[in-house]
């Protein structure tokens, strides 16, 4: 079985500041990282993905993860943010063999004020 | 065009009724999923199909009941609603059913039991 952690339920930021949003997993067997958003009032959309090779991941709209398997961590990273990066974000783990069920963590709330 | 739709986007509702939610996906993919979100914002996944195939059922009461009529279309019945099926529920979908793949999500249905 698989478990995710997100320590933070709300990350407060002022815009054009940085922000590491922190995840770490828990799972008996290989798993694939997920980092998703979601926009108030909305479904969620990927950000970026850990599938293998370089343990620094680049996504969309300026984001990235660092893998860090000894410390089964998978930390979203942004150098500087937007107002309009304001929404949850959840971390999550699918195994690698067999088929895919996405494990969530709780979610943490990035909040952008100017 | 809409990649992941579900309607209704609201419901509310008494306790005892039974009520659908549909979902259509317009991407071609084989995999189709329902997720619940509490109100803590907590996402846990309720069923998948692969093919029109049943491939994970999660511990969901009886009362829920999916059908996938095609592979373009999971739709989402629920009997006798209680209190604690006030959620919002999502669709999804992937190309495939790896865990590598990548999930689109609908916008979501708001379910409130009265």
């Known amino acids: 079985a698989q478990s995710v952690t997100q320590l933070d339920s709300q990350v407060p930021v002022f815009e054009e500041a940085p922000v590491e949003l922190r995840c770490n997993y828990s799972s008996s067997v290989s798993v694939y990282l997920f980092w998703y958003v979601q926009y108030p009032n909305q479904g969620l959309q990927l950000l970026l993905k850990?599938?293998?090779?370089?343990?620094l991941v680049k996504g969309i709209n300026g984001f990235e993860a660092e893998f860090n398997k000894s410390q089964t961590s998978f930390h979203l990273r942004k150098p500087s943010v937007h107002i309009s990066d304001t929404a949850e974000y959840f971390c999550?783990?699918?195994?690698?063999?067999?088929?895919?069920?996405?494990?969530f963590g709780t979610g943490t709330r990035l909040l952008v004020s100017p | 065009d809409t990649a992941v739709s579900q309607t209704p986007k609201y419901l509310v509702t008494q306790m005892g009724n039974d009520k659908s939610i549909k979902c259509e996906q317009n991407?071609?993919?084989?995999?189709m999923y329902w997720y619940k979100q509490d109100s803590k914002k907590f996402l846990k996944i309720m069923f998948s199909?692969?093919?029109?195939?049943?491939?994970i059922n999660e511990t969901v009461p009886n009362r829920f009941s999916p059908k996938s009529p095609d592979k373009a279309h999971l739709n989402l019945h629920i009997n006798s609603l209680e209190l604690g099926d006030s959620a919002v529920y999502f669709c999804a979908s992937s190309l495939t059913m790896m865990g590598s793949n990548e999930q689109f999500f609908g916008p979501g249905t708001r379910l409130t039991v009265l």
């Open positions: 199909y692969n093919n029109k195939e049943l491939i």
């Open positions: 999550a783990v699918s195994p690698e063999t067999g088929f895919q069920k996405l494990v």
């Open positions: 991407l071609g993919h084989d995999t």
């Open positions: 850990y599938l293998s090779g370089s343990t």
